[in-house]
């Protein structure tokens, strides 16, 4: 025996199934709903119209929630209200039914049941109803035979976004509504759209909706002509964080590396460490912002910047190998002058020895006015002649006289070389801040017009 709630349930079942479906217009029922639909109805065929059907697409943005700069995506939170006119329904304009907006609030069990416009969105990557208990959707039919359809859905597109100029780079995106299947000769969209920038929540991008060009609302593909409809959004980076993450650090540290010509040449380990250090920083820097910047086809905007900051940074570091190289070479200069004195000097020592052998102790001669001098050391005694001794002074006072002459001359020379490396680092100063200010000159307003074309 079936029980009473048994029953009840199989009633209720069998209630839901007969208010869910479309009502057909029979003699009995003509005065019994607000609409019908003829026997004969057929949802596989566009309602007959003088023409294409209009269908008005109105969209509402309530978010946009995110902008993968990876995958090239958009993500919408939007209201979609598809409305067009089903001339085959029948009204009972007289049914109290009707609001008096002249509207009735249809079921969505409605929905699989008639006839729906063909909807495709271009570049939809995903489409998602939002539900709760069912569907939130809605169904309203009019007494002038329109239906409006509405979902509350989320939708990801894709967008072709282009990296060249980041982060000064402009997106535009763009959503479209059309038919996949037929024509503007059968189907005309017609849309407008609303952004709720109030409960927008903050993006990498300032956004901005906009009307869509005359030529993206129709499609050309087959030699045929599809009409289109929606909306577009412009894209404009919010550039503060980059240009004080990465533009002013990099900034400073060129600014910082023009110290090192003011630091001495000899001064070796302080000037070298100045510059490896900023050398190997901006290194980092450029592998960080290359991991986090989206993929271009070629360098970006910030890691042209970079990669520049790094070769201005390099060639300092040149200017300093060059100054030390002319250190090194007046050292190498000066030990090979040494080495040449040392060698004259054991020359001249050789001769003077050679000479003096010559003038050994001699037996003594009774010459007039002549004088004799004795030498005495580790007991051998020499005699040395007037004009030996004379000899060996002048020789001793050539000496000397040359090896002054080289000294002053060695440090003439060493003073013209240290005046040609302060000459080079004084033109380094103002060579390398006119190359950066004349780089900056060309880069910004590059990138600029880039992001205007």
């Not at 499609?219 to 240009?243: C, I, Y």
């Amino acid at each position: 025996m079936i029980s009473f709630s048994s029953t009840l349930f199989i009633f209720l079942l069998l209630l839901y199934h007969s208010e869910g479906d479309v009502p057909v217009c029979t003699a009995d029922s003509m005065g019994d709903n607000p609409f019908c639909f003829p026997p004969d109805y057929n949802k596989d065929l566009i309602p007959p119209q003088n023409g294409s059907l209009h269908v008005h697409v109105e969209t509402f943005i309530f978010e946009i929630s995110k902008i993968d700069d990876q995958a090239l995506t958009m993500t919408f939170e939007l209201y979609l209200d598809l409305t067009w006119q089903e001339s085959r329904i029948i009204v009972n304009e007289s049914h109290p039914a009707w609001e008096p907006t002249g509207s009735f609030m249809g079921s969505t069990n409605f929905v699989p049941q008639l006839w729906l416009p063909d909807i495709q969105i271009y570049k939809c990557k995903q489409f998602q109803l939002r539900q709760i208990v069912t569907d939130v959707a809605g169904l309203i039919i009019f007494k002038n035979k329109d239906i409006l359809y509405t979902v509350s859905t989320e939708v990801i597109i894709a967008c072709p976004m282009k990296f060249a100029a980041y982060p000064l780079d402009h997106q535009l995106c763009k959503f479209l509504v059309g038919s996949y299947i037929h024509d503007n000769t059968q189907i005309n969209f017609t849309g407008s759209w609303g952004h709720d920038e109030e409960n927008q929540r903050a993006q990498q991008y300032e956004l901005k909706a906009l009307d869509l060009d005359i030529n993206d609302t129709f499609l050309f593909h087959a030699d045929r002509t599809f009409s289109q409809t929606g909306f577009q959004v412009e894209l404009k980076r919010r550039r503060t964080p980059v240009l004080l993450q990465v533009y002013l650090t990099t900034g400073l540290f060129i600014i910082v590396s023009w110290i090192s010509f003011i630091v001495p040449p000899e001064v070796v380990p302080g000037r070298m460490a100045l510059l490896v250090t900023l050398f190997l920083v901006l290194v980092n820097i450029f592998n960080s912002v290359t991991g986090n910047a989206p993929k271009a086809e070629g360098l970006t905007a910030v890691e042209t910047w970079v990669v520049s900051c790094i070769i201005h940074v390099f060639g300092v570091l040149v200017e300093y190998a060059l100054i030390l190289k002319m250190i090194q070479n007046i050292k190498r200069n000066e030990v090979r002058e040494r080495k040449r004195e040392q060698k004259e000097m054991q020359r001249q020592m050789e001769a003077t020895r050679s000479t003096s052998e010559l003038n050994l102790y001699r037996p003594s001669e009774n010459h007039e006015g002549g004088k004799q001098c004795l030498v005495k050391g580790d007991g051998e005694t020499a005699v040395l002649r007037n004009g030996g001794r004379a000899e060996t002074q002048f020789n001793a006072e050539a000496t000397a006289n040359s090896r002054l002459h080289r000294q002053i001359k060695r440090d003439v020379k060493n003073e013209k070389h240290k005046e040609l490396q302060e000459l080079v680092d004084k033109v380094a100063l103002y060579l390398f801040p006119c190359i950066f200010g004349v780089f900056n000159l060309i880069y910004w307003p590059y990138y600029l017009l880039l992001i205007e074309a």
